[in-house]
């Protein structure tokens, strides 16, 4: 193979590297049907309501925002004008865990008795504390109205409305880091946030430039001899 197709090979490397690399998505989200069985001051009810978790970054944090496609209870008696207030609990698992409390305004209008209640979307801030894959899943609702409680709690065990790929503050891996005494570079573990593919991509592509550089210098010396 001849000098020129060896440098264009190892440069196409690269780049071809960097961009696998970049293109490896960081969220996934999905619609998840959520069985909620609600203990209310009239008795017990149930109802199945499609949930959507989204979020958006703001610095080290996410603004996760949880949608309820259906209602999920009743009340026998008309609900006024912001009689109603709903919140609940979004549980944080995979490489972090914890919860994430919601909430969002009362109802804007009023609710006419035995109509499905349809609850707003309900907001909250997640800070992650670990790096790494991330699941969101719907917990249990809490609606506050006329001064009673009714708490809604999913009974299907429901798989995650969002999987997200998270930097904690600092850039704190999910793995210690370890150094030893050979002055080596910390070890870390798996870089599973875009920030650190987008890194990694860098470093394959200076690493390809290197390789260029090599081939050139090693191709001179070939000529001058």
Request: proline share 6%; with cysteine.
């Amino acid at each position: 193979m001849s000098y020129q197709k060896r440098t264009a090979l190892a440069l196409a490397s690269a780049l071809a590297g960097t961009v696998v690399l970049m293109t490896a998505p960081a969220a996934h989200a999905t619609v998840v049907d959520v069985d909620y069985q609600c203990k209310t001051p009239i008795g017990d009810k149930g109802a199945v309501s499609p949930i959507d978790i989204k979020s958006v970054k703001s610095g080290s944090s996410y603004k996760l925002t949880m949608t309820f496609q259906k209602g999920v209870s009743a009340s026998p008696v008309e609900l006024g004008k912001g009689a109603m207030n709903p919140s609940a609990i979004i549980k944080v698992g995979g490489a972090d865990s914890g919860e994430v409390k919601v909430s969002g305004p009362s109802n804007s209008t009023a609710i006419t008795a035995n109509a499905p209640i349809k609850i707003s979307d309900l907001s909250g801030t997640y800070t992650p504390k670990k790096s790494g894959k991330v699941t969101f899943t719907a917990g249990v609702l809490t609606i506050k109205a006329l001064g009673t409680t009714t708490t809604c709690t999913p009974s299907n065990n429901p798989g995650p409305s969002l999987q997200l790929d998270v930097t904690a503050a600092g850039g704190t891996e999910s793995t210690e880091s370890t150094t030893d005494d050979s002055g080596q570079l910390p070890k870390t573990g798996p870089l599973d946030s875009a920030t650190a593919l987008g890194t990694l991509g860098g470093t394959v592509l200076l690493t390809g430039a290197a390789g260029v550089l090599w081939l050139t210098r090693r191709g001179q010396g070939v000529v001058g001899r």
